[in-house]
């Protein structure tokens, strides 16, 4: 006999038994009248590895997966004292594409409690309600508050202050809006703002007497030399501004001279 093939398909097999395979590899083959018959009772229907040989009341072979594959309930044990009947729990009935859709989505999918009623496309399913997973709560979102300033630095630094706060939008002050204030910014001041930074103020170069600039130069470091008024210089002297960097710093002029050049030189 040929292999169940992987996709969701349905064969009749040569000996009359339909046969349905969701995912045939690694699957249970279990008859049932329906899906959801052959899951519920899987570990008691009787079972079709090669896709035949299910009875005529059950006469559909399934191959499913193990964790859809469920035990019938058990009858609670009886007692000769005070004998009590354990309630039975009703399987879902949970409308689906297939019975993996109603399984999966037990909890959100639509109900339908007379067996029918899903809309075009879907079908109900019994679902068993040991099989239904349980929904996780989610936490809802924190919402952003919404506080009254008159700029979003004053909103911001008036967050704390539920009283400021202006859920619906309005409700705030003269000359006040209503500003979000993101959560993390919530309370935070503005900073200070910076004073005008003072510039430096130029020290004057300094103004020396002398008869030539170096020697002005070499004069520099005297203060009795100096002519901050440009009056203040001797005879046949000049006032010269000499650069910081070479305040005090005398020059020496190397003159090439001949020997008659020398023998010419007379004192002063």
Not at 155 to 174: E, Y
Request: with cysteine; glycine share 10%.
């Amino acid at each position: 006999m040929a292999l169940l093939h992987q996709a969701a398909l349905t064969l009749l097999i040569a000996s009359g038994t339909l046969v349905t395979s969701v995912d045939a590899q690694g699957s249970i083959f279990v008859c049932g009248s329906k899906y959801d018959d052959a899951s519920l009772n899987c570990t008691v229907n009787p079972k079709c590895p090669t896709g035949a040989g299910c009875p005529a009341d059950k006469n559909i072979c399934f191959a499913m997966p193990e964790d859809q594959c469920f035990s019938p309930a058990s009858p609670a044990p009886t007692s000769s004292i005070n004998p009590t009947n354990s309630p039975t729990v009703s399987p879902m009935k949970v409308c689906g594409s297939n019975f993996n859709d109603a399984l999966t989505n037990c909890r959100t999918n639509a109900q339908c409690p007379s067996g029918g009623g899903c809309g075009f496309g879907k079908a109900c399913f019994d679902v068993p309600q040991r099989g239904c997973p349980t929904l996780v709560p989610t936490k809802a979102p924190t919402p952003t508050p919404k506080v009254c300033g008159v700029d979003g630095w004053d909103a911001q630094a008036k967050c704390p202050d539920m009283s400021k706060h202006c859920p619906s939008g309005d409700g705030c002050g003269i000359g006040e809006a209503c500003w979000s204030v993101p959560k993390d910014l919530c309370g935070v001041t503005q900073p200070p703002t910076p004073g005008p930074t003072e510039s430096p103020t130029r020290e004057p170069l300094p103004q020396v007497c002398g008869t030539s600039a170096a020697e002005a130069q070499a004069n520099c470091l005297d203060m009795t030399k100096r002519c901050p008024n440009n009056v203040e210089c001797g005879f046949g002297e000049a006032c010269f501004t000499v650069p910081k960097a070479v305040c005090g710093v005398q020059q020496q002029q190397q003159q090439q001279q001949s020997p008659n050049d020398v023998d010419s030189i007379s004192p002063g």
